[in-house]
């Protein structure tokens, strides 16, 4: 079973950027799709970005896109999310999530990192 720890939250002013990590152990990384979820005060979890199990495929959030790059380092086990141009409603918890081959959910979860966008 995959474990999933993610690093680079922060607080940021407006317009800057950040870049998160999240490492994964426990099991054989390429056999995951990875993904970032985000959830902010008061409001559900939402969907931010997606990279296949190779990297050769990634998706993005409407409010996303274009703001973000995802990608992933298989041998180094790490997913990353690089925002640009961050507004304050980008402040949320982040979280990491892995989806195993052969499975439609995302079963394995990080336990999130803080980003906080200031005015």
């Known amino acids: 079973q995959v474990q999933l720890v993610e690093s680079g939250g922060g607080l940021v002013q407006a317009g800057g950027s950040l870049r998160l990590s999240c490492a994964a152990s426990g099991s054989t990384f390429s056999r995951y799709a990875m993904g970032w979820f985000r959830r902010a005060p008061g409001k559900e979890r939402e969907f931010v970005a997606a990279?296949?199990?190779?990297?050769?495929?990634?998706t993005y959030a409407d409010s996303m896109k274009g703001r973000a790059t995802i990608s992933r380092d298989n041998a180094k086990n790490t997913v990353y999310l690089q925002m640009n141009s961050l507004k304050p409603e980008d402040t949320a918890v982040y979280y990491c999530?892995?989806?195993?081959?052969?499975?439609?959910?995302?079963?394995?979860w990080g336990q999130g990192t803080q980003v906080t966008v200031s005015s």
């Open positions: 999530a892995a989806r195993e081959l052969g499975s439609n959910s995302w079963g394995h």
């Open positions: 990279i296949g199990r190779s990297g050769d495929t990634t």
